[in-house]
């Protein structure tokens, strides 16, 4: 009678591990953007009085509204069954269970991923709900579809040939990546990241600046390259007005002038799109060298390798946005900082100085978030030690000293005061961090601010790597191994101290991700190239697998592999077509449409986005061509009067037409 039981089981447990691999797949395929370009995904999140998911089924035009809860519940209450009513799942468990520090640990790091996705079911926007239901759904799928092919993968006696099979591809790829000369392979990283960022710049955003942050600043790095350091409001200034340019008079940006000095040196060769891909290339190579400092050779590639792969790093560093600038700097900064722990050397504490104080005059606030762990435990380590490390210590206060005077000189010439900022000039001391602040919008509260900062912790779980899992997973995993140091802590720190500081500004947005958390980017790839190292420890200690590391760690190159392949082929499309179609409002049609027509001693008035449009002007506005504002008919023919002997036009962004006094 054991034969035909046996033989019962076999075919149920065969039929089960195709039907978990099966809701898995099914679970992905609900995670992939949704042809119509109105929804996000298969499944959307809408708010009535209550929280509804319309679901798109596969192979269906319609939707189907269900709840939320119910949908969720459902697969988590499968995976809860699966675990207790199988022999395989309970011999899991128990394993699992009996580690009682790796429990700890695991519910405690458990519990933080969870408040990275839950709260925002609740508390965030129509996106927010959406991707936190996607990202549980990918996980829940990705579990789904691991535990199915597991047993799948025993019931067919296929787990040897799959794993010798696996750590043979495994091996030359090892080797490529982490014994190859340093040169050749830091030289590849430099290069494959410099090209896309350029190709994602040319194709993508047309090698113009399409946030108005950006805008600003790209303008701003061209009155600098003109030598000065504002320049004289136009005549008629209000055809020449744009959101976050000061225009009283003086002419410049509201940002402090750390990122714009910077791409003034793209103005000089003509190509300012060149900076943050330079800047996001370089970086890069920081990861790898501040891996090697504090973990070794292996973590520094795999760091390396990571942000190569991230589209949070690519994108961000493919635009003109500050925070690309603002990453490099701090780790720079962080680098050399470390270093001068070691050696006491002045060269080490003038580069980490000189790191800390240029990032100082380009994000202030961030400069103190990511930045503070690293001061506090420098305090800690140098306290009963300083008179030995005295020049070091000088050499580090007095280099960040003097960028930080530079700051106060630059507000002193533009603003009129040390301690006024360009933002406080246009939009008054609301614009400052703080509860009850806000530019605009209601006054900003501690309860907005825990949003936010959920908002972005979520944010980085989709947007760091574009898994179909949340990306910050083998954090976890990290922390559940039990194998921290100091570094761990103090890197965690930083991203914690970042994400705290955030709770006191009142703006929040999502911009190529989580903008105000991509600085500590670099801190969380270090991390998570340090939890992808642990995961065959974590796997053998705590189910006691007799598998080799080698075949494990082959195992786990796979499965990342396979993540960032999923979320390249879903995800990267659907974000290439989002940020080429109008980004923000900008496209370059209307520069092309008029560069066509070759215009000479021209003004052109602009019905489009003007923010498409102002970095085509030269702040002395000595350019043949002028774009201006289009102000409607009255008060355009003041500026006609003004440019006598010019010919107007008129353009959208298909069309230039001669325009005529009505």
């Keep these: 009678m054991s034969g035909p039981r046996t033989s019962l089981r076999s075919i149920a447990a065969l039929f089960g591990s195709l039907i978990f691999i099966l809701i898995g797949l099914l679970a992905f395929y609900f995670c992939l953007p949704h042809p ?25 035009a319609s939707f ?3 709840p ?38 695991s519910l405690l790091w458990f519990l933080f991923l969870l408040i990275t996705l839950l709260p925002c079911l609740w508390v965030g926007g129509i996106f927010s709900r959406s991707v936190s239901v996607n990202l549980i759904l990918g996980f829940l799928g990705f579990l789904f579809a691991m535990i199915g092919s597991i047993s799948l993968l025993q019931q067919l006696r296929w787990s040897k040939t799959f794993l010798s099979v ?8 090892r080797r490529a990546i982490f014994t190859s000369k340093i040169g050749y392979f830091l030289s590849i990283v430099f290069l494959v990241e410099l090209a896309l960022t350029n190709l994602v710049s040319s194709f993508t955003f047309e090698h113009i600046p399409h946030i108005q942050d950006s805008i600003a600043q790209v303008f701003h790095g061209m009155i600098f390259a003109q030598g000065s350091l504002t320049a004289p409001s136009p005549l008629l200034k209000e055809f020449f007005d744009f959101t976050h340019m000061i225009n009283n008079g003086q002419w410049y940006s509201q940002y402090p002038p750390g990122h714009s000095v910077l791409l003034m040196l793209g103005v000089f060769f003509g190509a300012p799109w060149i900076i943050n891909p330079l800047l996001g290339s370089a970086t890069l190579i920081l990861f790898y060298q501040l891996g090697k400092e504090l973990y ?49 050397s002045i060269r080490h504490a003038l580069i980490a100085g000189c790191s800390l104080g240029w990032l100082m005059t380009i994000r202030q606030l961030t400069a103190v978030g990511v930045a503070l762990p690293l001061l506090l435990y420098g305090c800690w380590v140098y306290r009963s030690t300083w008179r030995q490390a005295l020049n070091p210590i000088i050499t ?40 009850g602040n806000a530019a605009w919008g209601g006054p900003h509260t501690i309860v907005k601010g ?36 100091k570094w761990d802590y103090l890197l965690v720190g930083g991203f914690v101290s970042l994400a705290f500081v955030y709770v006191f500004y009142w703006y929040q947005d999502w911009c190529f991700g989580p903008r105000y958390l991509y600085e500590a980017a670099g801190l969380t790839i270090l991390l998570t190239a340090r939890g992808i190292e642990r995961v065959p420890y974590w796997i053998r200690f705590v189910f006691r697998g007799r598998a080799s590391i080698r075949s494990v760690s082959a195992v786990t190159a796979f499965v990342v592999a396979l993540l960032f392949g999923v979320g390249f082929v879903s995800n990267i499309p ?11 409002g900008v496209t370059g049609k209307a520069r092309k449409t008029v560069e066509q027509h070759r215009l000479s001693n021209a003004i052109v008035f602009t019905k489009t986005y003007y923010g498409s449009v102002l970095t085509a002007n030269l702040p002395d506005l000595t350019n043949n061509v002028l774009f201006v504002r289009d102000l409607g008919s009255e008060n355009n023919k003041k500026l006609m009067r003004l440019y006598r002997g010019y010919c107007f036009y008129i353009v959208t962004e298909d069309s230039l037409k001669e325009y005529r006094e009505q």
Excluded at 166 to 173: D, G, H, K, R
Excluded at 417 to 432: A, V
């Design 36 to 60: 119509d370009p109105w929804r996000m995904t298969h499944v959307e999140v809408k708010f009535w009085t209550k929280t509804f998911v319309e679901v798109t089924p596969p192979f269906s």
């Design 64 to 66: 189907y509204r269900v």
């Design 68 to 105: 939320m809860t119910s949908f969720l519940l459902l697969p988590m209450l499968v995976l809860t069954a699966a675990c207790l009513l199988t022999s395989s799942g309970r011999r899991a468990l128990l394993l699992f269970l009996e580690k009682k520090t790796v429990v700890n640990a």
């Design 166 to 173: 696996i750590t043979m591809f495994y091996e030359p790829v």
């Design 296 to 344: 070794g050779e292996v973590i520094g590639r795999l760091s390396a390798l990571l942000g190569l792969l991230s589209p949070f790093v690519l994108f961000m560093s493919s635009e003109f946005m500050n925070h690309s600038s603002s990453l490099f700097f701090f780790m720079l900064f962080a680098l050399y900082f470390v270093k001068m722990f070691r050696s006491s």
């Design 396 to 435: 580090f206060i007095g280099s960040t000293s003097f960028f930080i005077l530079m700051l106060l000189l630059f507000n002193y010439l533009t603003n009129g005061h040390p301690l006024t900022f360009g933002y406080q000039m246009l939009y008054g001391d609301e614009t400052l961090p703080g509860f």
């Design 450 to 485: 825990i949003h936010h900062t959920l908002d972005n912790l979520l944010g980085m779980n989709k947007y760091l790597f574009e898994w179909p899992i949340p990306s910050l997973v083998f954090l976890i995993i990290l922390f559940a191994s039990w194998t921290l140091n």
């Design 574 to 584: 659907a974000h290439l077509d989002l940020y080429g179609r109008g980004y923000w």
